[in-house]
């Protein structure tokens, strides 16, 4: 089919509201007066902007007897050009492709000049979509092909305050002038309700996007100060013991120097652990966390880890008690090491008086439970919940001098998660608390035990 632009002669533009409502007048009124309703309940519906835009196009088409096929322009700033977001009767996909000029082909035109166009006859047809560029035509035959052609066509703009939004552009296949001043004045008043409709959902849009702007740059400004905050306590004290250090006038023993280097190394140390976490926490923000997934011995994984610790942690003592027979799971050796050495090391940090910690690791039918008790701080029943959030911080009373991140957790809840598995806590405050995870472990066909404890 080859529509086409108009020739010297253009085809009749109807300025908005110039023309009589003769249909609206007239016996059939009612039947409009309906599907102007009717049509309006479809765009206040709750569905996808797509799916109301498809059904808008073919609610119109089933109530305009001359319109055997359909399709909405709307307008692109950034690339000014009018491209498809529905149609009816055509092939969406090859119509999607096209991109039109404000001023190519009907809806160009009709977008241009901010009015409707109606051309009555073929010849009027096929004139005002003669100036197609040649690849909009060859997408416009793909997505017209086995229509036939075009007797007479309607472009109706979509307006609202000051401008032209897209345009609503519809086919008669059958009958020469089947378009009446009726069926355009009808589509003109729905045309105004589906540019409204449109209108609000991009300021709706626009709205949320500043409300996620807002909150972003809130967290972002959370983000800084909670840093600033963690990081000047162990830089403060660096710089004081290192500024002692090179006093000249100041002489001190041999033992107290190494005393001033050993807290010097220390906070090195929490700076350093407070930057990976950072880095990790946002290569899982980025949805970068890579795992390499392997046959896992648990028992063999969780003694090492346990022994390291039991090295490092001098006021704790190390209980590790596993089931006989543990499946071997599927995970990342090194990122369930991770998980474990954050648990066991907020174990040992939280219990300030030493004591007990305690490593399990149970199996149920389709997981493993892994779980690090300890006897220290313990956590308020009103910060259970909150405990995987980023940053989190229980600052009160003995502990609010520790220092952390508050990234560990969340860093093992993603790992976890990713790996399929669920982390959660437990706590009596003031006498403990068990941390627990789970990983699946892999269907009777795949697994093997790993054959009783270490
Ligand atoms: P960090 O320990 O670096 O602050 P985490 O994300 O590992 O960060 O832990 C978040 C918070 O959860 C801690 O600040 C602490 O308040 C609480 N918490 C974590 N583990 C324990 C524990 N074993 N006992 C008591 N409180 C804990």
Redesign the pocket.
Request: hydrophobic share 40%; no cysteine.
């Given at each position: 089919m080859d529509e086409q632009p108009g020739g010297p002669v253009p085809p009749t533009s109807v300025k908005r509201g110039h023309q009589s409502s003769p249909e609206l007048q007239a016996p059939g009124q009612d039947q409009r007066l309906l599907a102007v309703f009717e049509l309006a309940r479809i765009l206040v519906s709750e569905d996808d902007q797509q799916t109301l835009l498809t059904q808008f196009l073919s609610g119109l088409i089933s109530r305009l007897e001359a319109a055997d096929a359909g399709s909405l322009w709307l307008y692109d700033a950034a690339s000014d050009r009018l491209v498809a977001a529905s149609a009816q009767g055509y092939d969406l996909a090859s119509l999607r492709q096209m991109r039109l000029a404000p001023g190519e082909a009907i809806a160009g035109k009709v977008f241009q000049r901010g009015e409707s166009i109606l051309c009555s006859t073929p010849g009027e047809t096929a004139d005002v979509m003669a100036d197609l560029t040649d690849a909009n035509r060859q997408f416009f035959v793909q997505a017209t092909a086995g229509l036939g052609e075009a007797l007479s066509a309607l472009g109706v703009p979509l307006l609202t305050v000051g401008s032209t939004i897209g345009v609503l552009v519809f086919l008669n296949l059958q009958q020469p002038s089947g378009f009446t001043n009726g069926d355009l004045f009808f589509l003109e008043r729905v045309a105004d309700l589906l540019s409204l409709s449109i209108e609000n959902a991009r300021l709706r849009e626009e709205l949320r996007g500043s409300e996620a702007l807002g909150e972003a740059n809130r967290l972002k400004a959370e983000l800084i100060s909670t840093l600033a905050h963690e990081m000047r306590t162990p830089l403060t004290s660096i710089k004081g013991y290192s500024t002692a250090l090179l006093m000249e006038e100041a002489a001190f023993s041999p033992e107290t120097q190494r005393e001033f280097l050993q807290i010097i190394d220390e906070e090195c140390d929490t700076l350093q652990h407070l930057i990976r976490d950072i880095l990790e926490s946002s290569v899982i923000d980025a949805g970068l966390l890579k795992l390499e997934m392997q046959p896992v011995l648990l028992a063999r994984l969780i003694q090492e880890v346990v022994d390291d610790m039991a090295r490092r942690a001098v006021g704790c003592r190390f209980v590790v008690d596993l089931a006989d027979r543990l499946p071997v799971v599927e995970a990342d050796p090194e990122r369930i090491t991770q998980v474990l050495r954050?648990l066991l090391d907020?174990?040992v940090?939280?219990s300030p008086g030493g004591g007990l910690i305690m490593v399990r690791a149970e199996s149920r039918p389709e997981e493993v439970v892994v779980s690090v008790a300890?006897q220290?701080?313990?956590?308020a029943p009103e910060?259970l919940h909150q405990?995987f959030e980023k940053f989190?911080?229980?600052k009160t009373g003995l502990?609010q001098h520790i220092v952390?991140?508050?990234?560990?957790?969340?860093i093992s809840h993603a790992i976890v998660e990713s790996h399929g598995g669920r982390i959660w806590a437990e706590?009596v405050s003031g006498q403990g608390?068990t941390?627990y995870f789970t990983l699946p472990v892999p269907g009777p066909d795949h697994g093997s035990d790993e054959g009783g404890a270490e």
């Open positions: 954050n907020n174990a940090k939280y300890d220290g701080v313990g956590i910060h405990l989190f911080r229980a502990i952390g991140s508050g990234l560990g957790l969340p706590s608390s941390f």
